[in-house]
């Protein structure tokens, strides 16, 4: 593969990251071509030698997600994890993806059901007063706080699962990229790649 396929893969596959982002990660690539070259290795070798360019940027973009998450634990930072970990291997998806749509869609349905709560809760203390509940009007107050601070507290609680969900998969983002580096990198034998 020469050097201009090999830049036009790793570029396309990293399509979607920051523009300063791909401009890091294809100078960097750049000089590790230039330097090939200089120690006298051709093109196709020093390409052989970085591996597939389709491979490294996905994981170079899991590793852009990851760092994201890191660095501003936002819903869309989240989602972006989420998606370079399962980017990183067919096989992850066929594993993982099953499973977090599971746990997403519970996670879904319970902060639905907390929003719902909550505006039940709204309702009964803002309407309870009026329409003659049983224990009278302090009842109703009391009960609509009630079920107001029980969607709050739901919602705090899923907001801790979520979170802890979405760092448990940048951890094995994480040990799937170790495990699977070794495996990607040139190896030596004899001192020569």
Do not use: C
């Not at 050097?3 to 893969?9: C, G, H, L, P």
């Not at 890091?24 to 750049?30: L, P, R």
């Not at 936002?74 to 977090?100: E, K, N």
């Not at 990607?184 to 001192?191: H, K, S």
């Amino acid at each position: 593969m020469t050097r201009q396929a090999f830049m036009a893969r790793l570029r396309d596959g990293l399509r979607g990251l920051p523009p300063q982002a791909i401009a890091d990660i294809v100078a960097d690539y750049e000089t590790h071509f230039a330097d090939g070259l200089a120690a006298g290795r051709s093109e196709a070798d020093v390409a052989a030698a970085l591996g597939d360019p389709g491979r490294l940027a996905r994981e170079l973009r899991a590793e852009a997600g990851l760092r994201a998450w890191e660095e501003s634990r936002s819903p869309s930072a989240g989602a972006a994890a989420v998606f370079a970990v399962l980017g990183l291997g067919a096989i992850d998806i066929l594993i993982l993806l099953p499973i977090l749509m599971g746990v997403g869609g519970a996670l879904f349905g319970l902060g639905v059901a907390a929003i719902a709560i909550f505006f039940g809760g709204g309702v009964v203390f803002a309407a309870g007063p009026f329409t003659g509940m049983p224990g009278g009007a302090a009842a109703a107050i009391l009960a609509g706080i009630g079920l107001m601070a029980a969607a709050t507290s739901l919602g705090a609680l899923l907001t801790l699962v979520t979170i802890g969900l979405v760092n448990a998969l940048v951890w094995y983002g994480r040990l799937h990229y170790r495990l699977l580096k070794p495996a990607l990198e040139p190896q030596t034998v004899g001192g020569l790649q």
